[in-house]
């Protein structure tokens, strides 16, 4: 056992090789006490140590930012990837949300069709058939009690209908993509 630990070491820190003999040799291995070390908040761009696996199956000893965890996160937990918005619609202007969260792959852009008719599109195909959902209401527009559909008219566009512009006033949106 003791043999191959320190092949292993050798390999990997490509050290000069030296003869042990294990019952005259004393041969202390310690690791750091993690307790020692200060507790800090982390930045995005901060790395954390970890393994990623191979696709043979061998683990690799790399660094990770914070934030790459932090993205796969919500996918990771929920089953699904999301944008949430409060937005805001008037006279003859496109809707304008305020992004409350956005784990999407891709960037969606917020555009005005016709009166009442409004198109939200994604750079890539994101709304896939049978895995989009979408809550959303008119918020406390001036007719927040009447409804507002919605339809995935393909991979990358979602229309919105309302009865006319004007109505959406905070309306809160959340756009689900299941995996």
Do not use: C
Not at 38 to 45: H, I, K
């Amino acid at each position: 056992m003791l043999h191959r630990l320190i092949t292993e070491v050798e390999r990997r820190v490509k050290v000069k090789k030296t003869v042990l003999k294990p019952k005259e040799d004393k041969i202390k291995i310690s690791m750091s006490n993690i307790s020692s070390f200060p507790t800090a908040t982390p930045d995005g761009d901060d790395l954390i140590l970890g393994s990623q696996i191979d696709v043979a199956g061998t683990p690799h000893t790399k660094n990770f930012t914070v934030q790459s965890i932090v993205d796969k996160v919500p996918a990771l937990s929920l089953g699904y990837t999301s944008y949430v918005a409060l937005v805001s619609q008037t006279g003859t202007n496109a809707p304008v949300p305020t992004v409350l969260h956005n784990s999407l792959k891709a960037a969606v852009t917020w555009s005005r069709q016709s009166n009442g008719n409004y198109t939200i599109t994604a750079a890539s195909s994101l709304f896939t058939a049978n895995k989009t959902v979408l809550f959303l209401n008119a918020g406390h527009g001036y007719q927040a009690a009447l409804p507002i559909y919605w339809e995935r008219t393909s991979d990358t566009t979602i229309t919105l209908n309302s009865f006319s512009d004007g109505e959406i006033e905070e309306g809160s949106f959340e756009l689900r993509i299941y995996e």
